[in-house]
Antibody, heavy 120, light 107 residues
Framework: EVQLVESGGGLVQPGGSLRLSCSAS????????IHWVRQGPGKGLVWVAR????????HYADSVKGRFTISRDNAKNTVYLQMNSVRVDDTALYYC?????????????WGQGTLVTVSS | DIQMTQSPSSLSASVGDRVTITCRAS??????LNWYQQKPGKAPQLLIY???SLQSGVPSRFSGSGSGTDFTLTISSLQPEDFATYYC?????????FGQGTKLEIK
């Protein structure tokens, strides 16, 4: 069974840092792009970042570029999102999701999300 | 960045109704368009990928069509469990932008 489990969320002050983790199981982890998507309170889905199977290619939303870094450890079946210089508008539920194994496919499995609150 | 615009933003309908939600891209995305359903307190679920391919396990009352810039999601006969928020997402270009969502409510 494919599973994605996020962790690492919490309360952080503006300007601070936080590292989110996404632990995967039930599939050949290195074969898939993994994405981060966030959802602010009562808001819609916002795509954040993605990383390819061997970690050599990454893409970011403009709103997080230069502040967030996505990475992965295939030995641990885990993807990370390092969040630096966080802002109040980074407050959201952060989901990780697997991109299906076809060219430019959709996100077929999602975790339950981890909540990040940025507040002083 | 490609902007995705859904219409309507909200919709009231009854069980058994046929419902259509549209999604327009600011530039051509070929058929790299995905549809998701999200229920309150739950993660999104992929319904349609590649504009018209039904994800495994999704009921056949859901269908998608379109190419280029204009796309539709159709639910042929609404069931009680279909009342949720629906999002389109393009996967043609980075960043993989989402539409703003369409909330489908019970009339």
């Amino acid at each position: 069974e494919v599973q994605l489990v996020e962790s690492g969320g919490g309360l952080v002050q503006p300007g601070g840092s936080l590292r989110l983790s996404c632990s995967a199981s039930g599939f050949t982890f290195r074969g898939y792009w993994i994405h981060w998507v966030r959802q602010g309170p009562g808001k819609g889905l916002v795509w954040v970042a993605r990383i390819d199977g061997d970690g050599s290619t990454t893409h970011y939303a403009d709103s997080v570029k230069g502040r967030f870094t996505i990475s992965r450890d295939n030995a641990k079946n885990t993807v990370y999102l390092q969040m630096n210089s966080v802002r109040v508008d980074d407050t959201a539920l952060y989901y990780c999701a697997r991109q299906m194994g076809i060219f430019n496919g959709g996100l077929d499995y999602w975790g339950q999300g981890t909540l990040v609150t940025v507040s002083s | 960045d490609i902007q995705m615009t859904q219409s309507p933003s909200s919709l009231s309908a009854s069980v058994g109704d046929r419902v259509t939600i549209t999604c327009r891209a600011s530039q051509s995305i070929n058929t790299y368009l995905n549809w998701y359903q999200q229920k309150p307190g739950k993660a999104p679920q992929l319904l349609i990928y590649g504009a018209s391919s039904l994800q495994s396990g999704v009921p056949s009352r859901f269908s998608g069509s379109g190419s280029g810039t204009d796309f539709t999601l159709t639910i042929s006969s609404l069931q009680p469990e279909d009342f949720a928020t629906y999002y389109c997402q393009q996967s043609n270009n980075n960043p993989y932008t989402f539409g703003q969502g369409t909330k489908l409510e019970i009339k």
